[in-house]
């Protein structure tokens, strides 16, 4: 008779705790209380403004393609005609660069340039007075004889960029001034997304 309950108070028990297991379940139980909602922290102190950037490309200036008013045939050893450029002002005559350019046929010129064998010619532009709004483009002979035709008497235009530069176009070698009259007009336009 021991045996047997001793057989049995195990099975007993096995039977009591699965009762228990499988008779409870999840929704059987009471929702708990919902805590307290945290203060909010305070908001950090705003931080300081940084520095202004440098003068990007959006700055710079370019005209259309202008024809020339020199006259067919030039019958002197000096010639100019003024080509008008309203944005000029007294911080571009005194920081900026002014880059100008003649085009005939496909080929496109920096100026100032020179022209050497059947043709003597020598090209400049200059700024009449700080206060004006005209680039005067002059062609002078080389060879002191009449001029005839000028070899760039086709179209002209100018490149106006303010005093600063975006860094994407300082040099290599850190200087913060860009010599832009040494870079080619593809270089410029291509620089300053100039269309043409």
């Given amino acids: 008779m021991k045996f047997k309950t001793n057989l049995i108070r195990p099975i007993l028990r096995m039977l009591f705790i ?16 919902d805590g307290i909602d945290g203060i909010d922290g305070t908001d950090g102190a705003d931080g300081a403004d940084g520095a202004d950037g440098e003068t990007g490309t959006a700055n710079v200036i370019y005209s259309d393609w202008i024809a020339s008013d020199f006259p067919d045939t030039i019958n002197n050893n000096f010639d100019q005609w003024e080509m008008y450029a309203p944005e000029l002002t007294q911080e571009i005559h005194d920081t900026g660069a002014i880059l100008v350019y003649a085009r005939v046929g496909t080929f496109i010129y920096s100026i100032p340039t020179s022209f050497f064998g059947t043709t003597q010619e020598k090209w400049s532009f200059r700024l009449l007075d700080i ?19 000028p070899f760039l008497n086709g179209d ?3 490149v106006i960029i303010p ?16 010599d832009y009259s040494s870079m080619s007009y593809e270089e410029i336009t291509s620089l300053f997304n100039i269309p043409d």
């Fill in 18 to 33: 699965s009762l228990l297991f499988f008779s409870c379940s999840p929704e059987d139980g009471n929702d708990g209380i």
């Fill in 131 to 149: 206060n004006d709004t005209l680039i005067a483009i002059r062609v002078q002979s080389i060879d002191e004889s009449n001029i005839g035709t």
């Fill in 163 to 178: 005093g600063g530069t975006s860094a994407s176009a300082r040099p290599a070698n850190g200087s913060s001034q860009v």
């Fill in 156 to 158: 002209f235009r100018y």
